[in-house]
């Protein structure tokens, strides 16, 4: 067993209680590849209760115990021989040459003493593709999985023509955390493993580049390192912003990086900004990278959020109700990574608890992760979750227009900026569109009596009025 792993169960033993700890973590087995920890649950529920109760810590608890350094930990359903089972047939297949060789892959050379530096380790053994012969990639992170708007729309059209020709080479993708960049490079790498089946995928984090390369002149095997990178077909690396100041891995980086480029090699690559921003990066690097095509993923506005939010709890076959949508999007608008961790918490508790997910309880299960005190919400927040809720857009809520469809939610959206903000009429006649304070008190008045008389718009007007208090 991994000693990192061990470490790491003596660490939650003291941290969790002995029950807990025998019924769900020790069970759990442990296979690693790559710096990858891969924790193999033997059923789904104990992997869904880890999931949600343990994972966090067991995350926190690697971490600490390698001094910081991000330990991927990925967990799934089956057991270690099953890997091992798996791994051995592989190894069967390549020896006896039905390996996956793409286009322009080379045979590697098996040295005795390349085989103990680490990166050989990695050979086919993914689920019996052979075209995958590095990292793992996610099989979540599909093209099909990822939900677009205008915040990502030249990136995820950029990736999909990557993904069938060369003409954009490197893709470089750019952006903050937890904004899809990794989940948008690995979908190229799915789509061509898809297109081309022999043809061999390596995605690989920067931080794993330096070290395999570290390990590769430790274990005097760099020119195995040179052409195991050099003769991929699709080079995926993620975070290219860890090769500051590292000189040495640059070098290698860039000279690995030309042979590629020239042999129409596809590569993908990510950093938290464009290249030319990145310091402690050597100039001659900065510039190949930004010489195809690059394209950045920004922070996905509210109706995005909501449709990230749906897709991912319909892949759970789980229903979102709309008011829970818009509790949970309207609350985490910094990343995407964010709102799937409150999603999940929250159809785990709704699972565990055996709870019908509503408002309330959302509220309650994700009361750590979302303060809800009541919160000052302003106009412009009240006509974009109106209209999103509506299905109209802002501009048609403020236009002149009196179609009934836009008046209503008009006059919804009037309303309650009356009764929750403190703004007079006449600002908030401003705020739509410039108009006047008869309009503004005219619009209160339909709908304060409309909602003693319609039940269907008293429950709307609830429904906002809670999503936009909290
Ligand atoms: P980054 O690499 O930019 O830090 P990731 O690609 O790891 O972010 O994305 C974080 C999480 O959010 C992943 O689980 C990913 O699937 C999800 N995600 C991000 N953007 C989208 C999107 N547009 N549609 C669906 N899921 C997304
Ligand atoms: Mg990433």
Redesign the pocket.
């Known amino acids: 067993m991994s000693a990192l792993w061990t470490a790491c169960l003596q660490h939650l033993e003291k941290t969790v209680s002995a029950q807990e700890f025998n019924t769900w973590v020790r069970p759990l087995q442990v296979h690693e590849e790559l710096g990858t920890l891969l924790l193999l649950a033997p059923n789904r529920f104990v992997l869904d209760r880890v999931k949600a109760h343990f994972l966090e810590h067991i995350e926190n608890s690697l971490n600490k115990l390698n001094n910081g350094d991000k330990t991927q930990v990925l967990l799934q359903v089956g057991s270690r021989k099953k890997i091992l089972d798996k791994t051995l047939s592989n190894t069967k297949k390549v020896a006896s040459g039905r390996g996956g060789k793409g286009k322009n892959a080379k045979v590697l050379p098996l040295r005795s003493s390349a085989k103990t530096s680490g990166f050989f380790n990695h050979s086919p053994s993914n689920h019996g593709r052979a075209h995958i012969v590095n990292s793992p990639l996610?099989a979540?992170?599909t093209f099909n999985?990822?939900?677009?708007?205008q915040c990502?729309q030249l990136a995820h059209a950029a990736a999909l023509q990557a993904a069938e020709n060369c003409d954009f080479n490197p893709l470089f993708i750019y952006?903050?955390?937890?904004?899809?960049?990794?989940?948008?490079?690995?979908a190229v790498g799915h789509a061509l493993g898809q297109l081309q089946p022999n043809s061999r995928v390596v995605y690989l984090h920067s931080e794993r580049f330096v070290s395999e390369m570290v390990k590769a002149i430790q274990n005097k095997v760099i020119d195995d390192f040179k052409d195991y990178y050099r003769s991929v077909d699709v080079l995926l690396l993620?975070?290219i912003q860890f090769l500051a100041g590292k000189v040495r891995s640059q070098e290698e980086f860039f000279h690995t990086f030309n042979t590629l480029i020239e042999g129409h090699q596809q590569v993908v690559i990510?950093s938290d900004r464009v290249p030319g921003a990145i310091n402690g990066l050597e100039e001659r690097l900065k510039s190949r990278l930004g010489s195809g095509l690059t394209v950045s993923?920004d922070p996905?506005p509210l109706n995005?959020r909501m449709d990230?939010l749906r897709?991912?709890a319909a892949q759970s076959a789980v229903r979102l109700p709309d008011d829970v949508a818009w509790f949970i999007a309207d609350n985490i608008e910094s990343?995407?990574?964010e709102?799937?961790g409150a999603l999940h918490r929250l159809l785990a508790s709704a699972r565990f608890l055996h709870q019908d997910i509503t408002l309330d309880f959302s509220q309650q299960a994700l009361k750590d992760l979302i303060v809800t005190q009541l919160r000052v919400c302003t106009i412009n927040d009240i006509q974009q979750v109106v209209a999103e809720y509506y299905k109209i857009s802002v501009e048609e809520m403020m236009s002149k227009r009196r179609h009934r469809y836009i008046v209503r939610p008009r006059q919804m959206a009037i309303s309650l900026a009356k009764e929750l903000t403190q703004q007079s009429l006449a600002s908030i006649g401003n705020a739509f569109g410039g108009r006047d304070r008869t309009t503004i008190m005219h619009s209160c008045k339909t709908i304060n009596s409309l909602k003693t008389k319609d039940q269907e718009l008293r429950q709307d007007y609830q429904n906002l009025s809670k999503v936009l208090q909290h």
């Open positions: 996610n979540k992170f999985n990822f939900i677009t708007g990502n952006g903050g955390v937890g904004l899809g960049k990794t989940h948008l490079m690995q993620d975070d990510t993923v996905p995005t990230i897709n991912k990343n995407v990574r709102l799937e």
